[in-house]
Nanobody, 119 residues
């Protein structure tokens, strides 16, 4: 099972970015999908996670600006980031809890993508 994050870049404050992360490989199904970020000198933190379209969690710092969604047909998770702020700068990682068989759940991480927001 592999995850790869796409869509990072350098933007100015107030602009938007959309991250995507497809899950590939052989597995039974994908349960929870999420996005985390790590700023320089700080610990990795949860940004958002999605169980289903009507069951999502967000960090307080991104509520109202970021939207997480998932495409179950393509096992892909997205993060739409609007009104970006310099404090959103960091490496963004996707992760997924994957059922590798009907009863075996494992968590996988993708390689990060850099998001830099200039003021």
């Amino acid at each position: 099972v592999q995850l790869q994050a796409y869509g990072g870049g350098l933007v100015q404050a107030g602009e938007s970015l959309r991250l995507s992360c497809p899950v590939s490989g052989s597995f039974f199904s994908v349960a929870v999908m999420g996005w985390y970020r790590q700023a320089p000198g700080k610990e990795r933190e949860l940004v958002a996670r999605i169980f289903s379209a009507d069951n999502t969690n967000y960090a307080d710092s991104v509520k109202g600006r970021f939207t997480i969604s998932r495409d179950n047909a393509n096992d892909t998770v997205y993060l739409q980031m609007n009104s970006l702020k310099p404090e959103d700068t960091g490496v963004y990682y996707c992760n997924a809890a994957v059922l590798t068989t009907a009863s075996a759940l494992r968590v996988y991480w993708g390689q990060g993508t850099q998001v830099t927001v200039s003021s």
